[in-house]
């Protein structure tokens, strides 16, 4: 369903829902070569989750297809990750929590090493360190170019982001100046269109500058741009969905990409224990909360099956005040998978937990894990199908078709 | 698959089919927490059908979607209701059995109170009574326009169906000019293109004509427009899968859905127990019959539990009959769920059962019933998907792609 085919039968009254995604939440098995880590982990909370209510599995993206950070999100608050695309620049400018504006157009950087006749010797400057990238990145953020605002921010090791804040209009459409290999020269940043012709001069006279700021550097002495644009002109969850959604995450990449479908964010700590005090403070007026768990993920990508047992239980642990502080609607999932056994994300299929609001079958499935959610009542879905399903349980959506 | 995929492939040669369709099939567990309806009831004839052939579920529109009659139907019928609306006021031309011909222009109408200043206080006019409001409708429907016939009908309480039937070409691309609340005033009949402005103009002059033909009247001295629409333009139903169909209904709805797509359709008694006789009737040159009850949708509705049993049994009950009236593979479904327990549509997905024609996997499931239906080789599928799945079971869909 197309988010305006959704806009027409949402209604303002119902239940409120909590969204409480563990990131990464999907496993493999792990040393017994059967359980998952989520089938490991005593998990008594998200246990009765399902057998009040229901479960099953989700493709975050599209089978077989691991999804990144922003489009696993996406999908969640029922955007397609398909069609919803968040340009390279943006997401950097999310990630490292700039506070992009509209209309400003952003790029993902790379230092990087060229040799005595400007072709890259080295995409990534040798994977220089974060700190002397950052000394670097500051000095950058030193250039001015005529009638736009120029922001240049670290985001990790040869990463950086540019931002370009223009007093009138830019069109972000400008190729990537990085030529994708080494033993080529940077490429001149071209205009996409016409309207893009004003953008592509500045970023010329932008890289011209960086250039002589970054002579004699080693191994950094050249920068390579990619992935220009803006914030973009989407739906919004508030319009869609019809309600007041807060987002509670403690990285600025989870916040960065609620503020984007236009929700309200805030801050919370890093360990899911603290999470229902923040809650509690800021839920207020708001009938939609998302709070987020980066601890799943990280342990799945430091391959620490252990760790994201201990991390799984201290997630269940705080559910149930958590979904007191929201009440209404439970749904509990990960934005994709993150088995330890691969240290990354993963393309498996992410499972799901709902209850509350009204309107389950029967199930015969007692535990949250990976092989009960495929035997689940609410079946295998795409991940952009959550939110309607969620929302019908809340008793906000009405007859589509009359 | 789109319908012109679909027609590349459909054969005019292989058996019949019967697409049995109890209205609001799908439920939720009853008194005892556990079976539905259908689990509760006495069902040997479907309990057969799926030990012959095989059995799954069907989101009628998407996961998550309460389905409307019109979007539920045209599902079964195998069009995507996402991508085939139909418009409001084509939906009540249809629910009342008003024989809509191309190029009518139908709008639903409102009877509503304005106040002493023309603002709207009620939208419903105090859901005023079906008899009190036919006399109105009665009246408007004398109201003369300059070439173009005027149609006006009750269909139920303040709902009333309006026809322009025009002698050369009318525009259906009008803005509603239901103001969706109270302490506005009716909004003018704004064309949404050069091409409505005559039926923008035609709409104005018979508003004028109704508030005269009303003022004085309490509480309905008023009238809102919306949904105006016309018969759409699909692929035929005969054209597309290659059939003769027929259908078989007590109410206009679903006949009106049917004729909708090309099907020719009669009216049977209310009763499942009237269909075979119907069926036999009239089958006559068909290849495909659509026959519909509507008990178990109304037995839903009304939350009776007991009675969706006793209906269920009696659908059942008539199912050898009807199967071997028409011969060849038996579909049987609903268009959407309506469990007793919640009085209404829900976005439930639905149980299908198929049999004969040939090529079924083997299956442990012996009944008839949701959670079966989750277990079945026929799988979970999008309502639209089940005419390619019946029609290739009755050997009348060639390879795709040769």
């Given at each position: 369903m197309e988010l305006s085919d959704a806009r027409e039968v949402t209604r303002e009254d119902g239940e409120p829902l909590l969204l409480y995604v563990l990131d990464g939440l999907g496993g493999l098995p792990g040393p017994d070569g059967e359980a998952t880590a989520l089938e490991a982990a005593d998990t008594p909370n998200l246990d009765d989750l399902v057998r009040r209510g229901g479960c099953g599995l989700h493709d975050p993206v599209a089978p077989g297809v691991t999804p990144g950070s922003g489009p696993g999100h996406l999908a969640l608050f029922g955007y397609d990750p398909l069609r919803y695309r968040i340009g390279r620049g943006v997401l950097e400018g999310l990630g490292v929590g700039f506070d992009l504006e509209p209309g400003d157009v952003a790029a993902r950087g790379n230092f990087c090493t060229l040799d005595a006749e400007g072709r890259v010797a080295d995409r990534r400057a040798g994977r220089i360190e974060t700190e002397p990238a950052r000394r670097l990145a500051e000095r950058l953020d030193g250039i001015e170019l005529p009638g736009t605002r120029v922001f240049v921010r670290i985001v990790k090791e040869h990463r950086f982001l540019l931002v370009l804040r223009p007093d009138g209009e830019l069109s972000p459409d400008v190729d990537d100046t990085d030529p994708g290999q080494t033993g080529l020269e940077p490429r001149p940043p071209m205009p996409g269109s016409e309207a893009a012709e004003l953008t592509a001069e500045l970023v010329r006279r932008w890289l011209e500058a960086a250039r002589s700021e970054l002579r004699?550097?080693?191994?950094?002495?050249g920068v390579l741009l990619r992935g220009f644009s803006s914030l973009p002109d989407w739906p919004r969850f508030p319009e869609v969905w019809r309600l007041r959604p807060l987002a509670v995450a403690a990285y600025p990449m989870y916040r960065g990409v609620a503020r984007l479908v236009g929700m309200e964010a805030v801050e919370a700590p890093d360990a899911p224990s603290e999470l229902p005090a923040v809650v509690r403070e800021h839920a207020?007026?708001?009938?939609f909360v998302f709070a987020h768990v980066k601890g799943t993920d990280r342990a799945g990508e430091d391959g620490d099956f252990d760790r994201r047992v201990a991390v799984l239980e201290e997630a269940d642990a705080v559910l149930p005040e958590l979904a007191s502080a929201v009440g209404g609607v439970t749904l509990v999932t990960g934005d994709h998978s993150t088995p330890a056994a691969l240290r990354s994300h993963s393309w498996h299929p992410v499972p799901f937990a709902l209850a509350g609001g009204r309107g389950y079958r029967a199930s015969g499935v007692r535990r949250f894990g990976e092989s009960e959610c495929r035997q689940g009542?609410?079946?295998?879905?795409?991940?952009?199908?959550l939110m309607p399903l969620a929302m019908s349980h809340a008793g906000r959506m009405a007859k589509f078709g009359a």
């Open positions: 004699g550097e080693d191994p950094a002495n207020g007026e708001h009938d009542t609410l079946g295998w879905r795409r991940g952009c199908e």
